[in-house]
């Protein structure tokens, strides 16, 4: 089992910046594939960015590309978003998720594992 803990969210002006963290327990997430995704009231949880177990593959949402950056750090167990340049339509939970696997996921349907989520709400 793999506890994912996300922390890092707030209230930001729209052009700010906020980082992300995701600390998990359990497992050591090395051999494990992670990602970020993003749901807004009433909204699907739609995927925000996702990286391979080592870092060396990532994938964004064409919505955040340029702006967000995911990382990871294995020997703390901690995956990272920094996020700028938010805009007010991105207010929304973010959720990191993690699998099982040396590839890189960008779907809703190949994580196993979630945290609970952070706010993050950007201001016009």
């Known amino acids: 089992q793999v506890q994912l803990v996300e922390s890092g969210g707030g209230l930001v002006q729209a052009g700010g910046s906020l980082r992300l963290s995701c600390a998990a327990s359990?497992?050591?997430?090395?051999?494990?594939?992670m990602g970020w995704f993003r749901q807004a009231p009433g909204k699907a949880r739609d995927f925000v960015a996702g990286?391979?177990?080592?870092?060396?593959?990532?994938d964004y949402s064409p919505s955040v590309k340029g702006r967000f950056t995911i990382s990871r750090n294995n020997t703390e167990n901690t995956m990272y978003l920094q996020m700028n340049d938010l805009k007010s339509e991105e207010t929304a939970v973010y959720y990191c998720?993690?699998?099982?696997?040396?590839?890189?996921?960008?779907?809703?349907?190949?994580?196993?594992?979630w945290g609970q989520g952070t706010q993050v709400t950007v201001s016009s």
């Open positions: 998720a993690a699998t099982y696997g040396y590839n890189l996921y960008t779907t809703v349907s190949h994580f196993e594992y």
């Open positions: 359990g497992r050591q997430i090395s051999t494990y594939a």
């Open positions: 990286i391979s177990w080592s870092g060396a593959m990532v």
